[in-house]
Each structure stands twice: as structure tokens, then as C-alpha cells.
């Protein structure tokens, strides 16, 4: 039986415990990757995803902004959207000039496998029609990840081959929000 959540826009209110939510499933990620060893790196994506939600946070009407997905006040789940990230860039042509991101999706492990991933895309695809926004990208360089991502939104637009290292390619998706 699928658990009742909702989904809202993060406030400044929820930045600790999103905080939180980051800090247990991103070293989860990467240990389900066979990458828990990778400290620094963990320790980076933390960082870097707290440096992300306190700019989000810090200018009204910003062009990167959060969803989340909670129960009660727990967060469930967590995706953004802005400015392409730097693997997106470093990988990008002319097809994905000028358009942004859709990231940071991750979900409690525990939660994992109930649809809260999938009514974060399409609440966060709703939320781009109302802005008037029609086509995003989407990246990933988790193999499990990736294997969703291929039955949700088919071909990549980009493989980037041996990316992350030997058979750890990169995938980019563009998507339309209708």
C-alpha cells in the first residue's frame, strides 16, 4: 500500500531536514554504486547539494528551486531544478544550450519503489508548464538510476562512454513537460 505524501515547494523551514535527507541517501547512492568508497567525492555532492539549497533559498523568484516529498513533516524525497550541473556542461552541445536541469532527485531507500521519484518528476513537470517551461534536461551517472531513467524517458540524447571511469558512462536526457 502506497504511503500518503504530499509535495510542495522547499522552504527555509525544511532546510534542515533536507539537509539531513541529503547527508543519509546520497553516501547510500553512492554505496549501492559500489562507490562508498569515495569519500571526498561523497562529501563534495553533500556540499555542493547544501550550497544549492541555501542559494535556492536566498533570492525570491530564484531560477533553481527544490521540490520535496513529505510525510507529516518527514522528507521522503527531494528534486531540482536550474542551471545545468557541471557534468551537463562539460558535456554539452548545441542541442542543450539553454536549458536547465532537472536533478538532485533522490528518495529515502526505505521509501524507494512506491512512485515518490515518479510524482516528483511530474509534480516538478507541472510546476515547469506553469512556469511556462516546456523542456528540460536530465543526467545521471548512477547505473541504477539509469536503468529507470531508460523506461521513463527512453534513449538518451548523449552517452558520454567510460565518463566516471572504465563502463561508467554518463547519460543525458532532454524531456518536454508535456
Known amino acids: 500500500m502506497r504511503t500518503p505524501f504530499k509535495i510542495r515547494r522547499l522552504t527555509r523551514n525544511d532546510l534542515i531536514s533536507v539537509l539531513r535527507f541529503y547527508e ?3 553516501p547510500i547512492a553512492f554505496q549501492d554504486e559500489g562507490l562508498g568508497h569515495l569519500t571526498q567525492e561523497i562529501h563534495r555532492e553533500i556540499e555542493h547539494k547544501k ?4 542559494f535556492s ?3 525570491e523568484n530564484s531560477d533553481l528551486f527544490f521540490l520535496v516529498a513529505l510525510e507529516e513533516e518527514m522528507i521522503l524525497g527531494a528534486i531540482s531544478y ?3 550541473g557541471n557534468e551537463i ?4 552541445d ?5 536549458i536547465n536541469e532537472i536533478g538532485s532527485l533522490y528518495v529515502l531507500p526505505k521509501m524507494q519503489n512506491q512512485g515518490i521519484a515518479s510524482d516528483l518528476i511530474e509534480a516538478m513537470k507541472q510546476e515547469l508548464r506553469r ?3 516546456d523542456t528540460f534536461c536530465l ?3 548512477y547505473k541504477h538510476a539509469q536503468r529507470k531513467w531508460l523506461v521513463k524517458f527512453g534513449t538518451p540524447h548523449k552517452i558520454v562512454k567510460d565518463f566516471w571511469g572504465k563502463n561508467q558512462d554518463h547519460y543525458i536526457w532532454i524531456g518536454k513537460t508535456g
Open 57 to 59: 533559498l536566498s533570492i
Open 131 to 133: 512556469l511556462g517551461i
Open 89 to 92: 556542461r562539460q558535456c554539452m
Open 51 to 54: 550550497a544549492m539549497l541555501e
Open 24 to 26: 543519509t541517501t546520497i
Open 139 to 141: 543526467d545521471s551517472g
Open 82 to 84: 536550474g542551471p545545468p
Open 94 to 98: 548545441e542541442t542543450l544550450a539553454g
